[in-house]
């Protein structure tokens, strides 16, 4: 390339100084405390101050320790539950409206409203959901109470807050209401981005709605459910606002995340940094683990992506042919 003497400006360089201000905020924000978790995970280091920091004589005890800790397990337990709880009505609930709000053949008259309504959950902050419910299943007087005593299906206001299922089942409502509406518009803008030729095609050729929404549609926004997946098993894996705020992880520990349990032992008790580190880069690997699955299974089923069954055979045959 001709130099700035002869008439010609390199512009490349402010693509790295309009990137620079990314790159120092990750660095500082998220770079240096993922590093320093990691680094913390293998210490000694607890309470506010700790006098004397240092590797511990078995750098691996914080992690045996806590996945050897039945709170730390049922913690796991109770974040999977709760996951595949609000997830895979959220998943199914989600598919179809958007197969309701894409049908070419439908006009569904107010639809920008219905997907506004739908998403608004998703903008109220989890601290105002929590509370909301909190209060609408107060004992012993509560919305939830006076509607089920003056329909006279009880005769005495329930204690919903000590109940386990309830707990669980009312996180996972709450999980679920908050992210179907978001997870409907991605799978609307994947569909949205599939030619329509394909769809016209289909029509001529006589198939119907189903067969085109299973056939045509899904196949044609995998990566879009690669990309759903992977994010809601993400944050599902991480929560912690709703627990937490909602019944304070009770009750007996029914709402208690693995991200509760690491707060509880960073932030509260005796202060131990150590094993909340530990604990932290072990739901690290677990998500990697679990993400990295998802992308293999929807990489291979996918025809024309990559790493795909029929990349493969394309691969053998050009080894053959040059053989």
């Known amino acids: 390339m001709k130099n700035k003497k002869k008439g010609v400006v390199r512009y490349g360089k402010f693509g790295y100084i309009f990137s620079l201000p990314f790159v120092i905020a990750f660095c500082i924000f998220s770079l240096y405390p993922i590093i320093y978790t990691l680094v913390i995970g293998f210490t000694n280091m607890q309470g506010v101050v700790t006098p004397d920091v240092h590797i511990l ?114 996180v996972a409502f709450i999980q679920f209401w908050m992210w179907y509406g978001y997870t409907m518009l991605i799978l609307i803008a994947g569909v949205l981005g599939i030619s329509p030729d394909i769809f016209d095609a289909a029509e001529v050729d006589g198939a119907n709605r189903w067969e085109i929404f299973w056939k045509i549609t899904i196949p044609n926004i995998k990566t879009i459910m690669l990309f759903t997946l992977v994010t809601s098993l993400i944050g599902g894996l991480n929560m912690f606002d709703i627990p937490k705020l909602f019944l304070l992880g009770g009750p007996d520990n029914a709402t208690t995340t693995t991200s509760v349990f690491i707060y509880n032992q960073a932030f509260s008790g005796s202060y131990m940094y150590n094993r909340a580190a530990a604990a932290s880069m072990i739901m690290f690997i677990i998500i990697m683990f679990f993400s990295s699955i998802l992308f293999l299974l929807l990489r291979e089923k996918d025809a024309d992506g990559y790493g795909s069954a029929s990349a493969k055979k394309q691969k053998k045959l050009s080894r053959k042919g040059g053989m």
Request: avoid cysteine; hydrophobic fraction near 55%.
């Open 57 to 170: 004589d078995k750098p691996l005890a914080n992690f045996q320790q806590v996945l050897s800790s039945p709170s730390f397990k049922t913690a796991l337990k109770n974040t999977f539950i709760i996951w595949m709880l609000n997830f895979l009505p959220q998943i199914a609930l989600a598919l179809l409206l958007t197969a309701w709000f894409t049908d070419r053949r439908w006009k569904i008259k107010g639809m920008g409203l219905y997907k506004v309504l739908i998403y608004m959950p998703n903008i109220i902050t989890a601290a105002t959901i929590a509370i909301l419910f909190r209060a609408l299943f107060a004992y012993p007087t509560s919305p939830a109470n006076d509607i089920l005593m003056k329909l006279h299906l009880v005769s005495a206001p329930i204690n919903f807050p000590i109940s386990k299922t309830f707990a669980k089942n009312a």
